[in-house]
């Protein structure tokens, strides 16, 4: 069983920053990708950014530019934000795709930019 953790989330203005970690624990020694995904009140979760094993990275449009994705190892997974805007107001969660194409989510941390 694969476990994840979020932390980071918080209260902050526009034009902000903000890290969002995700540890992982369990037993999972491969991954086909690693990402985050947010969802904001009364709107379906959508993809922020993902990262391969192999290291390559997508980006939704809305974000490019302004939001980085890294890992180290399987275990932590990063997310940094800058230039926040109010519509980045959202729900983030940490999602690995292991090897067998099992998905794992953890229970999300709240980013809410001010206007």
């Known amino acids: 069983q694969v476990q994840l953790v979020e932390s980071g989330g918080g209260l902050v203005p526009a034009g902000g920053s903000l890290r969002l970690s995700c540890v992982t624990s369990?037993?999972?020694?491969?991954?086909?990708?690693m990402g985050w995904y947010r969802q904001a009140p009364g709107k379906q979760r959508e993809l922020v950014a993902r990262?391969?094993?192999?290291?390559?990275t997508n980006y939704a449009d809305s974000v490019k530019g302004r939001f980085t994705i890294s890992r180290v190892n399987i275990k932590k997974l990063y997310l940094q934000m800058s230039s926040l805007k109010p519509e980045d107001t959202a729900v983030y969660y940490c999602?690995?795709?292991?090897?067998?194409?099992?998905?794992?989510w953890g229970p999300g941390t709240q980013v809410t930019v001010s206007s």
């Open positions: 999602n690995v795709q292991d090897a067998g194409w099992s998905e794992y």
């Open positions: 990262i391969t094993s192999g290291g390559s």
């Open positions: 369990g037993s999972f020694w491969s991954f086909n990708s």
